[in-house]
């Protein structure tokens, strides 16, 4: 087995093993509005659940170069985002948001998605999405070196879900019904694929 030290790596060694590894990794897609009113889409895979009391949610949002993405920016100005799963049906659609654009053009407007209000924000989220998660920021942390942060880990705090009718059954979600996608490597996905159970220890 190979043992190597990440601080002999280069970032992209270190980031080639981690996205490599750490599969599969759900996709949440984040819809944020800038100080001009923009509405910025943006897809990221570095996401997770925090807790379920009260229900939170992490992103973490690298950066390039020292530079700031326009999702962590707007977050930390507005304190509000919405979060979508990202499924089979919007992968595509979704994929295309990850286009470098100047950040007064939207990429929700560019992959021609259809823009929902939300109910409990300002931000909106789109409707193609089977599951949006309204979330206010709770704790932002920048991450890396003390010169130059690598990484703007954000939590944020669900404040509304909304789920379609037609995955949603006596309060679960039906995994197979939503056809979630998760990011592996490159530029492949996976889909749920087969499903078994283990019964926990008691």
Known sequence: MLSINPLENTE???????????IPRPIAFVTTISGEHVLNGAPFSYFNIVSSNPPMISLAIQRSEGRQKDTAKNILASKEFVVHVVDEQNVEMVNKT?????????EVELANFTIVESERISVPGVQEAK???ECVLEHSLELG???SPGCDLIIGKVIQFHIDNEIYEKGRIDPKRLGAVSRLAGHHYAKIGEMFSIERPK
Do not use: H, T, W
Request: proline share 4%.
């Open 131 to 133: 599951v949006r998660m």
């Open 98 to 106: 990850a286009a470098n654009l100047p950040s007064n053009q939207s």
């Open 12 to 22: 992209r060694e270190n980031y080639k093993l981690l996205i490599g590894s750490i």
């Open 145 to 147: 070196g003390s010169d």
